[in-house]
């Protein structure tokens, strides 16, 4: 017998035929799995609330961030400014050079924020000691957690050397990139500038080098200022070296290499030295920049002897502190408070490069500057409960210079912060209130524009660049205005008042709308997102352009260095331009711009000199606003992050659900509030001191979720079921004139019950259903104890799917219980005696019993209602049963 085989082709068709068939089988699986993915993803719940965490689908229009902080780029430097490479080989390598540190320093600052303060934040939160089943219970309850013992600040400690390690390695790479950049910028401003080569840009001031290291130099001191306020890190590090000298007192009873210990002894000693020692600062800035960085150097670099560089360092630092006054005289800070701390790590740079270089005059003027600074923001937020005060690091980084001058830094600093808490008082309300106003403006005006998007696309790219910078503008405004009181109020110790947490809770809630607002637009943001672009690159191109023909016709008279390092900056600006715009070309963007424009005594004709001067201003205010579009994403995030309610949860979330239960017109903003609960998810779990991080998220959620059922779902359910049992009862046994008049403070509890459902955290969460559920299980087990109410529970259920919208199912129960009448169960058994006791009433239709066979008064009677309670109380099944009983009987 011949076997048939199967060799994936039918035989009898033509192979064109059969290979059309696999196509439209693979092509029918496709369309059924995309179908699935639509269905999947069209929830009706999906459109109405959002959660940036179960996000489906993305856009990512910046470079992505690893997970130890640190940005992967696109391409390379050396690619980007390819060109020049053949044409001015000089300007190549400088941008390149300072483009690659700058590069670093961003990267080393956003990990300092992103990867190393948040463990640090949560190991001071007193809540986050370790969620052990015995404490569990405790913290979820919001219980005081007694303070932690020495064994367990020793696993705490143990725990955090990982963090401890990452802070070492990564101070020693700020050692090294400080380095660079202070060198590389001696060697641009030397006088000698090496054979006069770099001449022509010992004259330019590179802003985005500056910026870069003002920024670095901050995130270091914050660093510092968070380490030094961990006492129960350094008395664990002490326990934990004491659990350590035991273990090598005693061999016997542990097993371990006596090397390997001894080399753990060393580096944890060294570590601890060199991270805890409030010296993180100090090693950066007294390092000997004037030994030569390596071997193939032939000369030393002169640092601290280099007076171009001193007077530039001067200059800079004096600008920096004028554009920190500025913001705040315009009450527009951005981020005037991380700069100021950059600031002064700048300052104390300057003191350690050129201690008595300035003259007495000015350094005593910009050390008052400085210090007055301090005054208008003594308290500034870092992370979590973690906060720098000026005042104090002034007096511990800077003594002698105030000593000196005569200023008090501890009392002038103690004085502020009553005085500015006192006026954060009086002016947070009514702040709150203007931002709110503007915030409703600026939500209105985004869902115009976006729905006029297709009319005007010149006037769209526009209108959506200026209402882009207005909302993160208006978030970072209202985000520094709550984290400023907040962090005020505890520094001072002044309690916060009922009004400030509910003007508090209404700062969060409008973060959450404006977070929503964007994301809601930002498909019509994604799709115009290269028109908006090409259209600011357009105008800086036409400015280049012209520049670039005054720089070719003055070429045509005669050159200089200068000259033709600016015709060299404009054509790779122009280059740069019609590359795609990642954040890597808008750095290398800038240090062009800075080669062009920020160039100082310059040896140009006046022609060209007034052409640079008029186009600047133009040019520039379209690179912040391309720089902007760019990074808007980072920027809304940032904006609108409330990841300080976690250290703040137990003295705000029940108030925040107390009140907004109280106030139910505001029961649409509850799930902004919730969702704003969700922004400390990565904090949490970056936690390191405890076993398991997700077990204290879990915790987190578990505490959140109480919180919510104790203060709003809970009462609302008691409200909602008092408020039916009184409307059904209003009118007692049919008399109108008994009729219980309804309270007039009485709130409209049903926005909750007709909320949608919302994200919380990883779950859904539908009020109405909640409560459905305990009304259900409420009205069955009473009415299970009481069967005669069942009309009145029935009556209740219509009444909530009238007035709350509710659907209570229906208990099914039989509306009274056998022994209050006759069961045909019963009867069946008893089926003779039921024959000859009672008789048919045909005009009643039910029977009746004969008055002979009882004594009593009542005579018994069967109705079909009977039957019907029987048949609910026993089920349809007896229904069979029944039957042939009484049919055999009747034969």
Known sequence: MLTTYDFGVNIEKEEEQALREKLRLF????????????????????????????????????????????????????????????????????????????LEMQSLTSEAYDVLIPPLAMFCDDECADYSEEKQGDADRGDDVESVNNEEAQQFAGRTLVVLQKIWSWSQRVQKVVLHVVQQLASVYALDNMAGRCLAFANVRYHAVWRALTGLLGSLVCVEEVLSMHETLSHGLVTYRKM?????????????????????????????????????????????????????????????????????????????????CSSLEANCEDDSRLHYIGVLGLYY???????????????????????????????????????????????????????????????DGILSTKEHCRRSKATFHPHMRRLTTLVSVWISEMESNSANAQADPKAFAQAITVLLQRG????????????????????????????????????????????????????????????VVRSIKYVMERHLHELYQAVSETL????????????????????????????ENLLCLELVFCVIFHRRGASAPERLLAAINSHREDVLIAFSQLRFIVTHQTSFRAATDCDFLYWQR????????????????????????????????????????????????????????????????????VDIENDLRLFTHSAVLGQVFRKIEPDSASRDVARFTRLPPFR?????????????????????????????????????????????????????????????????????????????????????????????????KHLHTLHIRHIANSIRTHGTGIMNTTVNYLYKCLF
């Not at 290499?257 to 007294?286: H, I, P, W």
């Not at 050159?559 to 990642?582: F, G, M, N, V």
């Not at 969702?675 to 987190?700: I, K, P």
């Open 760 to 856: 919380f955290f990883g779950e859904w969460l539908h009020i109405a259903e909640v409560i459905e559920q305990h009304l259900d299980e409420k009205f069955y087990n009473l009415n299970a104890l009481m069967v005669n109410d069942w009309k009145t529970y029935e009556e209740m259920r219509n009444l909530a799917l009238e007035r709350y919208g509710l659907r209570i199912c229906d208990g099914y129960l039989p509306g009274s219980i056998v022994d209050q009448g006759l069961d045909v169960l019963v009867i069946t058994e008893n089926i003779q005696v039921f024959v000859a006791n009672y008789t048919y009433n045909m005009n009643e239709q039910l029977f009746v019993q004969h008055p002979s066979t009882t004594e009593s």
């Open 472 to 531: 993160v503008l208006l978030a970072r405004s209202i985000q520094r205005l709550v984290v400023n009181h907040i962090s005020l109020h505890n520094s001072a110790d002044a309690a916060i008042t009922l009004q400030d947490v509910d003007t508090i809770a209404n700062g969060v809630q409008m973060l959450m709308m404006i977070r929503a607002t964007y994301h809601a637009r930002t498909g019509v943001v994604a799709t115009s997102f290269d028109l």
């Open 650 to 717: 137990e003295a705000f979330y029940p108030i925040f659900f107390k009140r907004l239960y109280q106030k139910p017109l505001n029961s649409s903003y509850l799930p902004y509030l919730v969702l704003a609960m969700h922004d400390c998810r990565a904090s949490v779990l970056s936690a390191c001191h405890v076993t398991s991080a997700v077990d204290l998220f879990n915790s987190y959620v578990s505490y959140t979720r109480e919180c919510l059922h104790k203060y709003l779902i809970d009462p609302l359910c």
């Open 27 to 102: 092509v029918s699986g496709h369309e059924k799995m995309l179908l699935d993915i639509q269905q999947a993803m069209d929830r009706r719940w999906d459109a109405m609330l959002w959660d940036p965490h179960t996000d489906v689908l993305s856009v990512q229009l910046v470079a992505r961030v690893t997970p130890n902080g640190r940005r992967e780029p696109h391409d390379s430097l050396a690619n980007t400014l390819g060109r020049e490479q053949r044409q001015n080989r000089l300007f190549y390598r400088i941008t390149v050079c300072l483009a690659s540190l700058v």
């Open 244 to 324: 350590l000298a035991q273990v090598s007192r005693n061999p016997d009873k542990f097993e371990f290499e006596q090397e390997n210990l001894e080399l753990f002894c060393a580096l944890l000693n060294k570590m601890e030295g060199e991270v805890l020692d409030d010296g993180l600062l100090e090693r950066v800035v007294c390092q000997r920049f004037d030994v030569a960085a390596g071997a193939n150097v032939r000369e030393a670099v002169q640092v601290r002897s280099n007076r171009r560089l001193f007077d530039e360092f001067t200059q800079v630092l004096t600008e920096s502190v004028a554009s920190v």
């Open 349 to 411: 740079m300057h003191l350690r490069l050129y201690p008595r270089a300035l003259p007495e005059d000015k350094h005593c003027e910009l050390t008052k500057r400085i210090f007055i600074l301090q005054r208008e923001m003594p308290v500034i937020y870092i992370r979590g409960t973690n906060v720098f005060r000026p005042s104090v690091y002034m007096s511990r980084r800077i003594a002698n210079e105030l000593r000196f001058y005569q200023l008090d830094a501890v009392k």
């Open 556 to 583: 045509l008279h005669g050159s200089s260095a200068d000259i033709e390092d600016q015709y060299s900056a404009i054509r790779a600006a122009i280059d740069l331009l019609h590359k795609p715009q990642t954040l």
